[in-house]
């Protein structure tokens, strides 16, 4: 896969996401939404490889692979800058980075969780996802 195929899936799994929300179904919009964030790191992580690069080390690729945000975020680079942003997009990561990829197999999600995970992910000035578009 490319930076530009998780870019699009990315977006793509957030407009879902929305819908979901829209339509009630709570627990889809969560786990699309927590996704999205996960697709939009492996986005800012292929951003940092070259063409005709030796492949990474196993241990390397499998981090690659993670579905772990917080790992994923440690892989891309990303630390540093993040702990430079303003407190609440902070406290947004802080909340995102609690999503599992578990968590699709939960149908228990409320209305009050998806919308918070949903709103922290694409709020304009301290979402998540505006936050990574910027540096994918």
Not at 36 to 42: D, G, P, T, Y
């Amino acid at each position: 896969m490319t930076r530009a195929d998780f870019q699009a899936l990315a977006d793509e799994r957030i407009n879902d996401a929305g819908a979901l929300l829209n339509s009630g179904r709570f627990s889809g919009a969560y786990y699309s939404s927590g996704l999205a964030v996960e697709c939009a790191l492996k986005a800012c992580v292929a951003r940092n490889t070259r063409q005709f690069d030796f492949p990474l080390r196993p241990d390397e690729a499998r981090k690659i692979w993670s579905h772990d945000l917080n790992q994923l975020l440690e892989f891309s680079g990303l630390s540093a800058n993040l702990a430079s942003q303003p407190p609440s997009l902070i406290s947004n990561w802080n909340s995102v980075k609690r999503w599992q990829n578990d968590s699709r197999y939960n149908s228990g999600i409320s209305e009050a969780e998806a919308t918070q995970m949903y709103l922290r992910v694409t709020e304009t000035t301290d979402g998540v996802l505006p936050w990574l578009r910027t540096l994918w």
